[in-house]
C-alpha cells in the first residue's frame, strides 16, 4: 500500500472504518494521520490519531482489547480507509463489541448476520450455561453426543435430498450447520479457520492455475 497515494484533510487526517475480518460487522469509526497509519501498518495493530487530545493512541493499549489488523484498503476517492481487523475484545468503551449498537432504524432482521450471531450466542451457553437450553445440554453431554446429532442430521440431509424435497433439504441443512457450530465450539474450530481453508483450497488454487 502506497501512503503518499492517499488524500487526508486540510488537518492531516483521514476516516477509518473498523471492521471485523470475519464477520464483516463494521466496530468504529476513527480518524488516522500518516504516523498512526504507519505504526498501524509496522505493529500489525490499530493506531489513531484523537482530535480531542490531539496525539497518536493504540486500541487496547489500557483495557486489552487490541484489534489485530489483518487488511487494508482504501475507497475510489482515496480519501477514506477500511481496515479489516481481528478484536482481542469490545471495539466500544461501553464494552459493546461494536459502537455502532444503537439502531435508529431496521426494516425487519438482518439475515446475513446469522451466522456470527449464532456462534456468538452457542459460546455464550458454552460459558454460561441456562438451564433448559439445548445447546447446553448439548455441552453437558460431551462429544460423544455432538458427534451423534451431526452423524444423524447429515443422514436427515441425504434423505431430504434423495426425497427432492427443497423445504426438507433446507430445515435438515440448517439443523446439520447449528449442531457442525456446535462442534466447532467445542473443538475451538472458528467459522475463520473454515473460510481461511476454503479460500486456500479453492480461491488461492484458481489464482495460481496460470503459474
Known amino acids: ?32 494521520n500518516e504516523a498512526s ?20 493512541w493504540n ?7 487490541k484489534q489485530i489488523v489483518k487488511h487494508i484498503s482504501f475507497d475510489c476517492d482515496s480519501d477514506a480507509l477500511l481496515v479489516q481487523v481481528e478484536p482481542l475484545g469490545p471495539a466500544c468503551h461501553t464494552g459493546e463489541d461494536t459502537c455502532f449498537h444503537n439502531i ?15 456462534t456468538n450466542k452457542i459460546k455464550d451457553r458454552r460459558n454460561n450455561p441456562e438451564e433448559g437450553s439445548y445447546t447446553t445440554y448439548l455441552f453437558n453431554k460431551g462429544l460423544d453426543k455432538i458427534l451423534k446429532k451431526v452423524g444423524e442430521e447429515t443422514s436427515e440431509v441425504i434423505i431430504g435430498a ?25 473443538l475451538d474450530v472458528s467459522v475463520s479457520d473454515i473460510k481461511s481453508e476454503l479460500h486456500k483450497r479453492h480461491i488461492q488454487k484458481e489464482g495460481n492455475q496460470d503459474e
Open 59 to 65: 486500541k487496547g493499549e489500557t483495557s486489552g482489547n
Open 1 to 32: 500500500m502506497d501512503v503518499a497515494a492517499l488524500k487526508f484533510d486540510e488537518n492531516g487526517l483521514i476516516p477509518a472504518i473498523i471492521q471485523d475480518a470475519q464477520t464483516k460487522e463494521v466496530l468504529t469509526l476513527a480518524y488516522m
Open 104 to 118: 435508529l432504524y431496521q426494516d425487519g432482521e438482518m439475515e446475513s448476520d446469522v451466522i456470527p450471531m449464532l
Open 162 to 186: 434423495k426425497n427432492n424435497d427443497k423445504q426438507e433439504l433446507i430445515w435438515e441443512i440448517a439443523d446439520l450447520t447449528y449442531h457442525t457450530l456446535v462442534l466447532m465450539e467445542l
Open 37 to 56: 497509519l504507519k505504526k498501524t501498518m509496522e505493529t500489525k495493530e490499530t493506531w489513531f490519531f484523537s482530535r480531542k487530545r490531539q496525539e497518536l
